[in-house]
């Protein structure tokens, strides 16, 4: 099958600049490859990558693009630009996987090859125009119920993979846990209920004044972060925790990252994103190193990461929520004799989201939508 995958114009594949949809589809691209299909994987050209390559039986093709700008218009504007580019150079396919927001409605079908839309945030009325769709594809029913109700008329074409989990995140610790540590990895922004996260600590500290907090990920716009006035707010709201608290900054690269998971001893993801979300990666990943995990209450975690011994949830809504959340992360800490049991559990949950089942899964439903290219 030949398959061309097409992202937007403001990340690299790999992902030097992270994103998680293209760390997604890259382990995805190399998955299909590896199993005898013909892929293109088409992404931002920056950063001194080449235009074109091949690696890991994947073909590379490289667009200019830019970095994302502040302003929601521009944002919407450059990536046009960007998708206009792409379909002047894309090859026909059997298939084409994009999640991007102008892509179904720039490239057609009759010229690229069928359309496969990946949705990984909750829609804002654009799935009603994009007719030329043969698939929407999202990672979670709670996404799933929000595109059909959007547009109603498409809901046969909806479909439901969960994401998987990247590679560089299996394996025993490389590091002794840290029983004092408390992990958050993702983007530094409003919308992850960062602010909530720091309350909750400086209210745990005053119970286990041992306790600390790492924070890792990136507040840069270009890289989806709130920018530089966000960060200096969270760092004044963290000064009574004095060195207790730490922002990394970003960290892309898979071991990295795999080296913070190994080392803390519960994971923390308050996202307030109650139409943002569609299935975060961060505790997947977390699970994956066999940490506890702590959640808002959002639907979103339902299908993959909500429900096992490994995890709990808090009500991100309530007035007292930054109590709620301390006392959660508060009881974990305190159970040490448990967390043997609860990272069995969550690597088992988490290997239920393998590359490989996952990869199976999307070239069963490729095949069933492109049956002469099978």
Avoid at 100 to 108: D, G, K
Avoid at 183 to 198: A, C, F, I, Q, S
Avoid at 208 to 233: D, F, M
Avoid at 307 to 328: T, Y
């Amino acid at each position: 099958m030949k398959i061309a995958i097409v992202q937007g114009a403001f990340l690299p594949v790999p992902p030097r600049r992270g994103g998680a949809v293209e760390k997604i589809w890259l382990g995805l691209g190399r998955e299909f490859a590896r199993r005898g299909h013909e892929v293109l994987h088409v992404s931002r050209l920056c950063d001194g990558l080449p235009a074109e390559e091949e690696a890991g039986g994947v073909r590379y093709r490289r667009v200019r693009g830019a970095d994302a700008p502040g302003s929601r218009l521009l944002l919407k504007w450059q990536d046009l630009l960007y998708t206009r580019r792409v379909a002047a150079m894309l090859p026909k396919s059997d298939l084409v996987v994009t999640n991007t927001f102008w892509a179904p409605l720039v490239l057609r079908p009759e010229r690229h090859g069928p359309l496969w839309v990946h949705v990984q945030r909750y829609p804002h009325g654009q799935m009603k125009h994009y007719r030329r769709a043969a698939r929407l594809q999202t990672v979670s029913r709670v996404i799933q119920r929000a595109i059909i109700a959007e547009a109603p008329q498409f809901a046969e074409r909806v479909l439901v993979i969960p994401n998987p989990l990247p590679d560089g995140h299996t394996g025993p610790p490389v590091r002794a846990r840290d029983p004092d540590l408390v992990l958050y990895t993702g983007r530094v922004h409003p919308e992850k209920g960062l602010d909530l996260l720091l309350s909750a600590m400086i209210r745990l500290r005053q119970a286990r004044p041992e306790t600390r907090l790492r924070i890792v990920g990136p507040w840069q716009e270009q890289y989806g972060g709130a920018g530089e006035a966000y960060l200096r707010k969270l760092r004044a709201q963290a000064e009574p925790l004095g060195r207790a608290v730490e922002f990394t900054g970003p960290v892309f690269g898979e071991g990295g990252l795999a080296a913070h998971y190994d080392e803390a001893a519960v994971f923390v993801y308050p996202s307030l994103a109650e139409k943002g979300e569609a299935s975060p990666v961060a505790p997947l990943e977390a699970m994956a190193h066999g940490l506890p995990i702590v959640l808002s209450d959002l639907e979103c975690f339902d299908d993959t990461v909500a429900g096992g011994i490994f995890s709990r949830s808090f009500n991100h809504r309530a007035v007292a929520a930054p109590a709620r959340l301390a006392g959660v992360i508060e009881g974990i800490l305190d159970q040490p004799g448990s967390w043997p049991a609860m990272a069995e559990a969550a690597r088992a949950r988490a290997a239920e989201f393998s590359l490989d089942r996952i990869a199976t899964r999307y070239l069963e439903a490729f095949a069933a939508l492109v049956p002469a290219a099978r």
